[in-house]
């Protein structure tokens, strides 16, 4: 539809949807960066989605069964801090708007989970919004399955650009969507054929219709510029019977004389004298930031129209019962039951005697066997690796379609599209997620990792098979890098557990997290129990500890991770027994150690004594703890890995890449 039929025929919108484009034209010419082009397309939908359908009430932007709406297009910000200033969120005022992209403002260059109310979720990276809503549609099937469709039943909708749905994660979260049936979730497409590149053509010749109908989704199709139109696509696809994609044909920078439909308007600003021009075509005679009171007036009366909708689900969420409604908000909220610390206690003192030999990865789901029960909002899962990963208990049920109170989701072979799902489910509420795969596939997963880490997103990552260790896979399934990595994520926990005890405790901390996501790294290969006294104490919150101390002068410190403080023990054997005092330090979580005070990291790590670190990984992040922290190189050593590891069984490989007793052992008397 042309500007003069839209503005002719329905000057209300015109005059709602114009706003938008002003101020996304004007915050990215005051930021001078930003992207205007996306917003100016898309005003048009997201003017009728805020009016007459999204359930949202401004005033409560946190209101549990509001709608959710995710951008997933998040360069085009402006869309967004627009429609939220305009309703009337309390944050987002126009001096945020007009302080877009600087130091300290709520509206960040690509929407900031946690900086501004209304914002679902981070985007950015394309393809994480549309993945993560997923989680947050499946969270809200879950929600409503376990406290009744009275108090849950809302939609999410999300706007996808062409490059999420080029991204290869969106595809994973097609696929799990179409599956699931997600009725709930509906994406809007800006299918505007511009990327940054130039024309969608140069690189996809996609039929996106079969694409997503192959995957047992819905697809509509509207003008992306009319309002009756656009309206009538949105009213159908809340009907429909699962996940719904809306084709919205736009053009990218509407109404901007030289640059409409052009890359040149993705992601730079207009220029004043084209801000001035596309000013014209709008018939928006207002200066910069300037929003006319009874225009602003309408934006508001949008934005509390939800109100009443609200008043009407208090009235129902207090005719719960009192146990139930408590309950609903302590899932809503995120905290964990009281229950969790005397259940995780009560598995210590069992296991402390037991003294099971099993793998950590074993161990993992003896711990959760203890924690689901008294966790009832856990939501687990596996990217089809659950034999491997041991992440279902036998109390859990699989989520599917005709099964909406099962808790383990069938993530498939998607790494990527399943962290980004437990990013959703958390964002949306009542839901704590953990999901599996080979710790080698963090790699595939690390896109979404790194936004659980960025948000605050206490997700919990069961990587199995965590080293050389996992024997006759190969290098392709060999951990070497990844202990690094996730180690230098900033707020993450990495924690390499040794045994049955240190996995429960550091179980018990990853799922009581409140804004930090966790990696448990978990053997494949089997573990003695090491901690066979019994302490109520969560050793692992310490980060490090002493788990045997030298016998005689102390001459040597050995630090270990997960199978190889086993190791460590047997290379003390060795030196005690020549009379060499040797104090084994056990490290799972090196994020925890470095947080303790200086007099703690000063008393497992005294100066003085000869310092080898042992872990089946590269030596990277150990060099803090060989070098630092009181240590000198001249007394420093590494037992581990340097290369991709091979093909064999494990035994071999350890003793082929030399991570053994002995060589611990040799490794500390060479540097005497
Ligand atoms: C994972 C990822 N890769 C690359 C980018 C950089 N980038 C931002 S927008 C964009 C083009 C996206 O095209 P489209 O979604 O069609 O947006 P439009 O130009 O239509 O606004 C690219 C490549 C990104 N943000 N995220
Ligand atoms: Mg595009």
């Known amino acids: ?114 900086h501004l109310e209304g914002v679902e979720t981070t985007t950015g990276p394309l393809g994480q919004g549309i993945s993560t809503a997923v989680g947050m549609a ?93 309206d009538r696509a949105l009213t159908e696809a809340k009907k429909a019977k699962g996940p719904v994609l809306v084709d919205c044909k736009t053009i990218i920078g509407f109404g901007s004389p030289n640059k409409a439909d052009s890359y040149s308007v993705h992601g730079s600003p207009l220029g004043d004298a084209e801000i001035a021009l596309t000013r014209e075509v709008y018939g928006w ?35 719960l019962s009192a146990a139930k409604k408590a309950e609903f908000e302590r899932q809503m909220a995120g905290g964990v039951p009281k229950k969790l610390a005397s259940a995780i206690r009560a598995f210590k003192k ?105 948000m605050g997103v206490p997700a919990v990552y069961v990587m199995t098979h965590d080293s050389i260790g996992l024997g006759e896979d190969g290098p392709t399934h060999q951990p070497v890098e990844h202990l690094a990595i996730c180690r230098a994520t900033p707020n993450t926990w990495t924690f390499r557990p040794a045994d049955v005890i240190e996995t429960a405790e550091a179980w018990e901390l990853a799922i009581s997290a409140e804004k930090t996501p966790s990696v448990l790294a978990l053997s494949r290969q089997n573990l003695p129990t090491l901690r066979k006294t019994h302490t109520n104490t969560n050793m692992v919150a310490k980060g490090a500890y002493v788990i045997e101390e030298a016998a005689g002068k102390r001459q040597a410190i050995i630090m270990a991770t997960g199978s190889e403080v086993e190791i460590a023990l047997k290379a003390r054997d060795i030196l005690q027994a020549q009379a060499i005092g040797t104090r084994v330090v056990s490290m799972p979580c090196m994020e925890l150690f470095a947080a303790q005070d200086e007099a703690y990291r000063r008393k497992i790590l005294p100066p003085g004594a000869v310092r080898v670190a042992v872990e089946a990984a590269v030596r990277q992040p150990w060099d803090r703890w060989l070098l630092g922290e009181r240590g000198t190189e001249k007394k420093a050593g590494f037992v581990g890995m340097d290369s991709f590891g091979a093909s064999a069984p494990a035994e071999r490989l350890y003793a082929e890449f030399g991570i053994t007793p002995e060589a611990v052992a040799e490794k500390v008397k060479s540097l005497l």
């Open 350 to 454: 069992a296991n402390s005697e037991a003294a099971p030999k099993v793998a950590t990865r074993k161990a993992s789901e003896m711990v959760l066997a203890a924690i689901n029960p008294v966790v009832p909002e856990t939501i687990g899962g596996s990217a089809d690796l659950t034999g491997s990963n041991l992440t279902k208990t036998a109390d859990m049920a699989d989520f599917m379609p005709d099964n909406r109170k099962g808790r383990y989701v069938r993530y498939g072979i998607r790494e990527h599209g399943m962290a980004a799902a437990m990013n959703g489910l958390w964002l949306h509420g009542g839901a704590r997620p953990y999901g599996g795969t080979f710790f080698c596939f963090t790699d595939y997963a690390r896109g979404a990792m790194r936004l659980s880490a960025l």
């Open 285 to 319: 005679g207002y200066g910069p930031f300037e929003i006319p009171a009874e225009i602003k007036a309408e934006w508001e009366a949008i934005g509390s129209k939800g109100a009443s909708d609200r008043a009407e689900w208090e009235a129902r969420l207090n005719g």
């Open 138 to 230: 499946i969270a809200e099937k879950s929600m409503a399955a376990r406290f009744g469709k009275k108090v849950v039943d809302h939609k999410i909708w999300v706007i996808a650009g062409d490059g999420c749905l080029m991204e290869g994660i969106s595809q994973e979260a097609i696929g799990l969507a179409g599956k699931q049936e997600l009725d709930n979730l509906i994406v809007l497409w800006d299918n505007n054929n511009i990327t940054i590149d130039g024309r969608v053509t140069v690189s996809d010749i996609t039929d996106q219709h079969k694409r997503f109908e192959a995957s047992g989704w819905t697809t509509l199709a509207c003008d992306g510029h009319d309002p009756a139109d656009i």
């Open 1 to 114: 539809m042309d500007i003069a039929t839209l503005r002719a025929n329905h000057p209300d919108h015109w005059k709602l949807a114009t706003a938008i484009r002003a101020l996304a034209m004007d915050a990215v010419q005051a930021a001078n960066s930003g992207h205007p082009g996306m917003p100016m397309g898309m005003a048009d939908v997201a003017t009728v989605l805020y009016r007459n359908h999204l359930k949202f009430d401004a005033s409560a932007p946190n209101w549990a069964d509001r709608d959710r709406f995710i951008l997933s297009a998040g360069h085009g910000s402006m869309l967004l801090y627009a429609l939220l200033h305009l309703t009337g969120y309390k944050q987002a005022t126009l001096d945020e708007v007009k302080n877009f992209r600087q130091w300290g403002s709520r509206m960040a260059g690509h929407p900031e989970y946690g």
